[in-house]
């Protein structure tokens, strides 16, 4: 059974600084993060191949960098200058090649003065 394990969502202040991290059971091809608001279909932040590739949602290039740790099955996130429109429900997700998707539980963003 596969389990993804996030932290690291919490507030903070409009222009302020958060880091994700989310641990897998196995290592898997792809991995990366998508965010949901109530109302909202699931939105691409950010996502990392196993090689380094990267893939960004417009929204967040030049604010978020993602980056993974292959020999501890671990992606981050690095969400700066954050903003209000940021505020989601942050869930990680991985993949492998022709594979299932998996997702995590998910971790609440909250960006607010």
């Known amino acids: 059974q596969v389990h993804l394990v996030e932290s690291g969502g919490g507030l903070v202040q409009p222009g302020g600084s958060l880091r994700l991290s989310c641990v897998a059971s196995?290592?898997?091809?792809?991995m990366g993060w998508y965010r949901q608001a109530p109302g909202k279909q699931r939105e691409l932040v950010a996502d990392i191949t196993s090689g380094g590739v990267t893939t960004y949602g417009d929204s967040v290039k030049g604010r978020f960098t993602i980056s993974r740790d292959n020999a501890k099955n671990t992606v981050y996130l690095q969400m700066n200058r954050l903003k209000p429109e940021d505020t989601d429900l942050y869930y990680c997700?991985?993949?492998?090649?022709?594979?299932?998707?998996?997702w995590g539980q998910g971790t609440q963003v909250t960006v607010s003065s």
């Open positions: 997700n991985s993949h492998s090649v022709g594979g299932p998707v998996y």
């Open positions: 196995r290592s898997f091809y792809s």
